[in-house]
């Protein structure tokens, strides 16, 4: 991918697609070094947002904004929560199993779209980051609630995206594409081990093969009994 600035240069506006107070992701770590690039290239504080991607999570607090944003960044830009209502989401297409991509309206007018998130072990999609940042981060309910309906007929394995939820989500972000992405693989204490960035793809891939490495045990028989913690 190219670095971020040369993407910004001669764009008109600039979203960045944060994960919510109950992830992982520790935002306020890297949000004034994309902005500080994006500046780099040309797009002015006033012309960046940043939007929580709440799916269909509560909204945050202004307190709870501020801290996941740190106070430089929440002075500095427009911080807003998603919503997920269908009155402010546009509906860009249909993916081939059924999903329709609503997109919060916000970030389909932004002229350059950056997502970022944490890397781990999913139970529906195989692996959190990468596209979940656009759905089910920012898409509306019904989109939302089609998506996830889906795990009814498929089943992923975690720690995997070879599955058709994770392919759902792909096909849904063809249409509103992701232009970078900055991902992170973090520890229970939220402290970065290692971040991932460029293309959305790409970038995905190398981090869910290094989460793979750090969350994943291997086993090679089955055992009558396994002592496990959801941390």
């Known amino acids: 991918s190219p670095p971020l600035e040369s993407l910004a240069r001669g764009r008109s506006s600039a979203v960045i697609l944060i994960s919510d107070a109950s992830r992982l992701c520790p935002s306020a770590e ?12 040309g797009i ?25 944003t740190g106070r430089g960044v929440f002075e ?23 999903t329709p991509v609503e997109i919060n309206r916000l970030v389909v007018e932004a002229d350059l ?12 999609v195989g692996m959190s980051g990468g596209v979940k940042a656009l759905v089910p981060g920012v898409a509306s309910s019904r989109c939302i609630e089609i998506h ?10 975690p720690g995997s995206t070879d599955n058709e939820l994770h392919r759902d989500l792909v096909e849904a972000a063809a249409f509103v594409p992701i232009h970078f992405l900055f991902n992170v693989v973090v ?7 290692r971040a991932f960035c ?22 090679s028989k089955r055992y009558d009994a396994v002592i496990v913690s959801p941390g």
């Open 44 to 68: 002015a504080d006033e012309r960046i947002r940043i939007i929580v991607a709440l799916g269909m999570h509560r909204r945050q607090t202004t307190d709870e904004l501020m801290r996941l």
């Open 113 to 124: 779209r950056i997502a970022t998130g944490n890397i781990e072990p999913h139970r529906l």
């Open 187 to 193: 520890n229970p204490k939220r402290e970065i081990l």
């Open 30 to 41: 890297f949000l004034e070094l994309l902005i500080d690039r994006l500046n780099r290239g």
């Open 148 to 157: 996830h309906s889906l795990s009814a007929r498929w089943q992923a394995e």
């Open 198 to 219: 460029g293309d959305v793809r790409a970038a995905h891939q190398a981090g869910i093969a290094y989460a793979r490495e750090r969350f994943r045990v291997p086993v």
């Open 76 to 98: 500095r830009v427009r911080v807003l929560n998603h919503s997920a209502l269908p009155d402010d989401c546009i509906r860009v297409g249909v993916t081939t199993r059924g």
